[in-house]
């Protein structure tokens, strides 16, 4: 069903805020809906421990000490942690539903980060650490299926199951997608378009790229085509009811776990799982996620892959799998004082977010390192009380975005080995990554945009219009090292860190396409030079997906839906491939 331009749906990368429905009690924490503004990726859906900030007055001196000039000239706002030059914005002018009773309100968990507008800031010492706190031109005919395996970039048509390998009709609509291209320009390798999802949507989760397959989950589909000229590497597996969590990285032998829903209602859980080989489409195990206590349940997981652990996240609780075999290795369950893992990120480290002591005195939010072999603590951070931990935008290192229990601040601090704070982001900038949107959502590592390696952090700015700018932190220090400019008049955002060089998309506008652009990260200057320069005959394709994941391998750019709208009258894009 392919979108029109003008049309986003709601949620997801680049559409507009709008109200979000309110959430149940449980979980893990929501993320907070951006506009236009310092500091905070894009619309979030909410969570079950938190609310999208309220309009704010002008700031006041919190309990801590008067505002101070902050080093901007702006005016500062204290913070739990005490005084310190810092960045902070007002919020969004946006009216939730009142916040429920019990969530917590911790620097380390709930929302991704949000935007808020004018520098003010603040710190608390609590235990001997300083925390710094924010307040806050193409074709207009639509690419469609070719008959037989002409090389031309290719979509389905009257099946939207049919992956594209020329078995659909075809009809007389066919376009050549690489019609007009001009020199110096990447060629569309190929294209598809989304199987059918229901009128209220569908997600469509993950984004695999293997040396010679890609693979996406759509609705109730897991499908795989050939990097190079998008035919069908193995045929689509359809799960018996629709996909609602998958495994955002693959383990080291190209293996994902897919969850799907147990049934039709609305009651249906998230609770089936199944391990997928990348390179052959093979099923391997299977098994369900039990509940757990009276108010853990699975209505909702999280999936993440650390070494050949699977960790799933119930709302209160975590269970750990063998990914090869699907043997229960632990759980982690409550501990200490009322502690209830409910958040989990995987990757070269399994890193758990609790929430601890709900509706007392004494709640607050812990990380902590688990081995992901026994699920036993490294270590534990105690995060001060009124915070809560979002998004985990690294775990080697750990890299840790939250916001305050009015969602009036942001921190994003990074930890040491041990757990102790090596330094926290001190910086004037309006930063705008794109975080995932899910009801219910306990997904960590849900945000794009954004970048690390072992001693910097690379985020883009917000831009309303025009270029914006990728700034690179120093994580030792939480200060700015550079900033570079887009080299269009549009955004530019992260994609990785490779080869000593950071991989960045220049975004497509209506009329011309994107670029993939490297920039040095450790020389003493830092100039873009382009990778690949996306047709300007498939901008409008390009840009306009709107909720979208996007990856950079081996030379050839992807770019895919993240949610599919359901809309029947029109087919919608799933995958889009450029390469030389």
Known sequence: MTQPPEQPPSGGYGAPPNQPPQPPPGGFGAPVPPQPGYGYPQQQQPGPYGYPQQPQQPQQPGPYGQPQPGPYGQPQQPGPYGQQPGYGYPPPQ???PPPPGGGSRNPFKGRPALVIAAA???????GGTVWAVTSGGGDDKKPVAEKSDSPTPSGATDDPANPGDGSGDGGNDSQ????????????????KEAPDAPGSGADAPGMWITGKTAVKA?????????????KPTWPTVTFPQKICAVTPAKSADGKIVVAYESGVSDNAKCNQLQQIDLGTGAKGWSGTVPDGGLFDSALSVGLSISGRTLMVGRSES?????????????????????????????GAKLISVASCGASTSNEHDEVQELDPATGKAKWTKSIPKGWTVSRTYSVDPVVLYMTDSDHKHWNISTLKADGSVRSQVDSKAAFAPTCSSSFLDSDLQGCQGVAVDHDTLYLPTDATTGANQIVAINLATGKEKWRVKSPAAVSMVPVKVQGGKLIAYVEASYDAGGQIVSI???????????????????????????????DYVDGRFYISSTRLNGNDDTKEKLMLAYGK
């Open 94 to 96: 946006f009216t939730p």
């Open 120 to 126: 003010v800031a603040g710190l608390l010492v609590v």
């Open 176 to 191: 050549d997608l690489n019609a007009g291209r001009k020199a110096g320009e990447a060629k569309v390798l190929w294209y």
């Open 218 to 230: 759509a609705y109730k589909e897991l499908v795989a085509y050939d990097v190079g000229n998008g």
């Open 318 to 346: 975590g269970i750990a799998y063998d990914v090869d075999t699907g043997k229960k290795l632990f759980e982690k369950k409550k501990y200490g004082a009322a502690c209830f893992p409910s958040a989990f990120a995987g």
């Open 520 to 550: 040095p990260t450790a020389a003493s200057s830092h100039p873009t030079a382009k990778l690949l320069q996306m047709p300007a005959g498939t901008a409008q394709i390009e840009s306009s997906f709107f909720s979208r994941d996007i």
